[in-house]
C-alpha cells in the first residue's frame, strides 16, 4: 500500500513538473510573439518620420521642432497649427501612416505621399521613395512634382504632366485652347488612400467669355505613380 501511494506521488510530482515546464515554455513563446510584434509594428516607417527628417533646404519656413510640435498635435487629435519663421501660421491639416497635407503658407500647399508596399522599411532603405506636391496659388494653383528616397536624395523620376489638349473635349474653340497653351496652370492633388495623382487644368486665367466656352468639357485626369 505504501508504494503505491509513493509511486502515485512520485507520478504526480513528474506530472506537476511536466505541466509547469509546458507552461513555461508556452509563456516563453508567447512572450517572444509578443516582442516581435511589438518590433514589428513600431518598425514600420511613416510618412510622419520622413517629414521629421526633413532638411531645412525643403521646408525653409519650419524648424525641426515646428515640425515636430505639428506632429505631436496631430497624432493627439489637436490643430496642427505652429508660427513660422515668418510669424505667420503653418497648419499640418492631415497626417495618417502614408500621407500628409501641410499649409505650409497661405499661398502654398504641400502633400507628400509614401509609394509602393514599402512601409516596413528603415530610414536608411534607399528602395523607399516617396512622392511630394508643391502647389503654389498665385492666384491660380500651379504645382511642381518631386520624388525623394527615405534620405530626401531628389530622385530622377518624373511624371509627365499632361497637355492641355488631354484635358479638353475636341469641341472646344481654337482661341480658348491658345489662351490656355498660352499659360498651362495645372494643379496635382495626390490621393490620401492610394498612390494616385490627379491633374486639373485650372481656367481661372481665362477672360469671363471664354470661361464660358468652356464649361463642362474640362476633365481632370488620374495617373498611378
Known amino acids: 500500500m505504501k508504494k503505491t501511494l509513493k509511486y502515485k506521488r512520485c507520478r504526480y510530482i513528474k506530472s506537476s513538473a511536466s505541466l509547469f515546464a509546458f507552461n513555461?515554455?508556452?509563456r516563453f513563446l508567447l512572450l517572444f510573439i509578443l516582442s516581435f510584434s511589438h518590433s514589428f509594428i513600431f518598425s514600420q516607417t511613416r510618412i510622419r518620420d520622413i517629414y521629421?527628417?526633413?532638411?531645412?533646404?525643403?521646408?525653409?519656413?519650419?524648424?525641426?521642432?515646428?515640425?515636430?510640435?505639428?506632429?505631436?498635435f496631430r497624432e493627439n487629435n489637436m490643430?496642427?497649427?505652429v508660427k513660422n519663421r515668418f510669424d505667420t501660421p503653418s497648419e499640418l491639416l492631415v497626417l495618417t501612416?502614408?500621407?500628409?497635407?501641410?499649409?505650409?503658407s497661405e499661398r502654398c500647399l504641400i502633400e507628400m505621399r509614401l509609394l509602393g508596399d514599402n512601409?516596413?522599411?528603415s530610414l536608411s532603405d534607399t528602395n523607399l521613395r516617396f512622392c511630394m506636391v508643391q502647389t503654389y496659388n498665385a492666384p491660380a494653383p500651379d504645382s511642381r512634382i518631386r520624388f525623394f528616397?527615405?534620405?530626401?536624395r531628389e530622385l530622377p523620376q518624373t511624371i509627365e504632366r499632361p497637355s492641355v489638349d488631354d484635358f479638353l473635349s475636341e469641341?472646344?474653340?481654337?482661341?480658348?485652347?491658345?489662351?490656355?497653351?498660352?499659360?498651362?496652370?495645372i494643379k496635382a492633388s495626390l490621393s490620401e488612400n492610394d498612390d494616385t495623382i490627379t491633374f486639373e487644368l485650372q481656367t481661372s486665367e481665362l477672360t469671363h467669355e471664354q470661361r464660358k466656352k468652356v464649361e463642362g468639357k474640362v476633365q481632370e485626369i488620374r495617373n498611378h505613380l
Open 79 to 81: 490643430q496642427a497649427v
Open 24 to 26: 513555461m515554455r508556452t
Open 171 to 185: 469641341d472646344v474653340d481654337i482661341d480658348v485652347r491658345l489662351a490656355l497653351e498660352a499659360l498651362p496652370l
Open 149 to 152: 528616397d527615405a534620405q530626401w
Open 97 to 104: 501612416d502614408r500621407y500628409l497635407k501641410l499649409q505650409l
Open 52 to 72: 521629421a527628417e526633413a532638411p531645412d533646404s525643403i521646408f525653409p519656413l519650419l524648424t525641426k521642432n515646428n515640425r515636430l510640435d505639428q506632429i505631436d
Open 119 to 121: 512601409t516596413l522599411d
